[in-house]
């Protein structure tokens, strides 16, 4: 049974469409260097990122470097803010050792940067050198195979493990002792370290068909001839060493003796092992890759500029006010009849401030306010309801509950009237003629005289004349 969180693939005919699948992208943190080879005078530069859940913002984060005895990385720690949901930041770092060699493991932790709780962790592996490979030129051989196979001398320098250096073995072949040698330029003063070799790396480790075994190292001035060909005296050599059957790289220690500045070296193989550990000695020799080292001047560690561009949530301004608006609020007052219910609104000021609150009734016997300002009147009475920001501003809405049978009273002042606009009172009057209208001669004079005078002024009047109904 696969394990939760597992995603797993079934036949169209068994699961049909419900073989749907939500994938949430967790918060992470990865890193990479530019160079897992380090040395005091060349630094490394570490590169973190760290990626907000898909769903999620981080809040504000503090990666901080763990290195090993021996190393130094700068800065101790870089703080970021809150990244935004489904985003990522960077956090650049140097790092470089100062005794150190060897395997080497940096190790992040990225932390809450408010609380200090751990959310996650990276690592990158590194090797440590002391000493840093010199320029190499002017390469010979004692033989090379460019018959059978391209094999020349320049294959044990071109830095690439995938090509070696093989002494010749088509038709008469060259026998031991092998060599190779090459100018070394460490700088002026500056002297060559260590030899280190590697053997080829296409043969399986059972089989490696003849690796190194017996070597020694010779080490002349550059100034004893015009090239690494035309030395006659190599003298004695400055080093030997015995390779264990492996295609592991091997490193030759030098003494302090060598002489500072250009050199000739020859690095010379007197013997070699067998096809395999256990079989006679081959005649033939390979070299994938021969270099030379120097001790390097260690250089001061610096603090990398960090990234202006990393993404960050917008901080949100405090909330200032917050007021309540709805259908029939006026004046911060609401009637409602029982059982009736509104829906009220919180506006929280500034604009860009938080617009959350909560809501809250004072009676909730007599109303009720659910968490998006739904007002539900319960029963006959007054209550308050509130609405109130993260950081405690709140504004109240005085709700008045009446049952079916009562008239509210008014939410809010009516609206003003100017003077002279007042509407006159009518008042009940006894009907003449048991209700029935009349109009005597004497009225219809009346009223004609009157809409004279008017069509004189310039009026209009319009004249009903009313009919005596006995």
């Given at each position: 049974?696969?394990?939760?969180?597992?995603?797993?693939?079934?036949?169209?005919?068994?699961?049909?469409?419900?073989?749907?699948?939500?994938?949430?992208?967790?918060?992470?943190?990865?890193?990479?260097?530019?160079?897992?080879?380090?040395?005091?005078?060349?630094?490394?530069?570490?590169?973190?990122?760290?990626?907000?859940?898909?769903?999620?913002?981080?809040?504000?984060?503090?990666?901080?470097?763990?290195?090993?005895?021996?190393?130094?990385?700068?800065?101790?720690?870089?703080?970021?803010?809150?990244?935004?949901?489904?985003?990522?930041?960077?956090?650049?770092?140097?790092?470089?050792?100062?005794?150190?060699?060897?395997?080497?493991?940096?190790?992040?932790?990225?932390?809450?940067?408010?609380?200090?709780?751990?959310?996650?962790?990276?690592?990158?592996?590194?090797?440590?050198?002391?000493?840093?490979?010199?320029?190499?030129?002017?390469?010979?051989?004692?033989?090379?195979?460019?018959?059978?196979?391209?094999?020349?001398?320049?294959?044990?320098?071109?830095?690439?493990?995938?090509?070696?250096?093989?002494?010749?073995?088509?038709?008469?072949?060259?026998?031991?002792?092998?060599?190779?040698?090459?100018?070394?330029?460490?700088?002026?003063?500056n002297k060559i370290a260590?030899?280190?070799?590697?053997?080829?790396?296409?043969?399986?480790?059972?089989?490696?068909?003849?690796?190194?075994?017996?070597?020694?190292?010779?080490?002349?001035?550059?100034?004893?001839?015009?090239?690494?060909?035309?030395?006659?005296?190599?003298?004695?050599?400055?080093?030997?060493?015995?390779?264990?059957?492996?295609?592991?790289?091997?490193?030759?220690?030098?003494?302090?003796?060598?002489?500072?500045?250009?050199?000739?070296?020859?690095?010379?193989?007197?013997?070699?092992?067998?096809?395999?550990?256990?079989?006679?000695?081959?005649?033939?020799?390979?070299?994938?890759?021969?270099?030379?080292?120097?001790?390097?001047?260690?250089?001061?560690?610096?603090e990398p500029e960090q990234?202006?561009?990393?993404?960050?949530?917008?901080?949100?301004?405090?909330?200032?006010?917050?007021?309540?608006?709805?259908?029939?609020?006026?004046?911060?007052?609401?009637?409602?009849?029982?059982?009736?219910?509104?829906?009220?609104?919180?506006?929280?000021?500034?604009?860009?401030?938080?617009?959350?609150?909560?809501?809250?009734?004072?009676?909730?016997?007599?109303?009720?306010?659910?968490?998006?300002?739904?007002?539900?009147?319960?029963?006959?009475?007054?209550?308050?309801?509130?609405?109130?920001?993260?950081?405690?501003?709140?504004?109240?809405?005085?709700?008045?509950?009446?049952?079916?049978?009562?008239?509210?009273?008014?939410?809010?002042?009516?609206?003003?009237?100017?003077?002279?606009?007042?509407?006159?009172?009518?008042?009940?009057?006894?009907?003449?003629?048991?209700?029935?209208?009349?109009?005597?001669?004497?009225d219809t004079a009346v009223?004609?005289?009157?809409?004279?005078?008017?069509?004189?002024?310039?009026?209009?009047?319009?004249?009903?004349?009313?009919?005596?109904?006995?």
């Amino acid at each position: 049974r696969p394990a939760a969180g597992t995603v797993a693939q079934f036949p169209a005919d068994l699961v049909s469409d419900n073989a749907l699948f939500t994938l949430t992208g967790h918060m992470g943190m990865s890193a990479t260097v530019d160079s897992k080879t380090v040395n005091p005078a060349s630094p490394s530069k570490i590169t973190v990122k760290v990626r907000a859940a898909s769903n999620a913002n981080t809040g504000d984060v503090t990666v901080t470097p763990v290195v090993p005895e021996g190393w130094e990385i700068k800065p101790g720690s870089v703080s970021l803010k809150s990244i935004p949901a489904g985003k990522a930041a960077i956090a650049y770092f140097n790092v470089v050792n100062t005794t150190g060699t060897g395997d080497a493991t940096v190790q992040f932790k990225l932390t809450n940067t408010e609380t200090g709780e751990e959310l996650g962790t990276t690592s990158v592996a590194l090797t440590g050198s002391l000493t840093a490979d010199v320029e190499a030129s002017d390469y010979a051989a004692s033989s090379q195979e460019t018959t059978s196979e391209q094999a020349p001398v320049s294959n044990a320098f071109d830095k690439n493990t995938n090509t070696f250096w093989h002494s010749k073995y088509s038709g008469t072949g060259a026998n031991p002792p092998h060599w190779l040698a090459f100018k070394a330029s460490p700088g002026e003063g500056n002297k060559i370290a260590t030899i280190t070799h590697l053997y080829r790396q296409d043969k399986p480790q059972d089989k490696l068909n003849g690796p190194a075994k017996n070597v020694a190292v010779y080490v002349v001035t550059a100034s004893t001839a015009n090239s690494v060909a035309d030395v006659t005296d190599w003298g004695e050599p400055v080093a030997t060493a015995v390779f264990p059957y492996t295609k592991e790289l091997q490193t030759i220690k030098l003494p302090d003796t060598i002489p500072a500045g250009d050199v000739y070296v020859k690095f010379q193989i007197n013997d070699a092992w067998g096809v395999s550990e256990t079989s006679a000695g081959v005649t033939w020799a390979a070299v994938a890759e021969l270099a030379a080292t120097a001790k390097v001047t260690p250089v001061e560690l610096t603090e990398p500029e960090q990234p202006k561009d990393n993404p960050e949530v917008a901080e949100t301004p405090e909330a200032t006010g917050v007021t309540i608006s709805g259908d029939g609020v006026a004046d911060g007052a609401l009637s409602l009849k029982k059982g009736a219910t509104a829906q009220l609104t919180a506006k929280v000021a500034p604009d860009d401030a938080d617009q959350a609150v909560t809501w809250a009734s004072s009676d909730d016997k007599v109303v009720t306010v659910d968490k998006t300002g739904k007002v539900t009147a319960v029963a006959k009475g007054v209550a308050k309801v509130t609405a109130t920001t993260a950081n405690g501003k709140s504004a109240t809405v005085t709700v008045t509950v009446t049952e079916d049978s009562e008239v509210p009273g008014p939410t809010g002042p009516t609206e003003p009237t100017e003077p002279g606009t007042e509407k006159p009172t009518t008042k009940p009057t006894t009907k003449p003629n048991d209700g029935k209208l009349s109009a005597t001669g004497a009225d219809t004079a009346v009223l004609a005289t009157i809409a004279a005078l008017f069509a004189l002024a310039g009026g209009a009047v319009v004249a009903v004349r009313r009919r005596s109904v006995r």
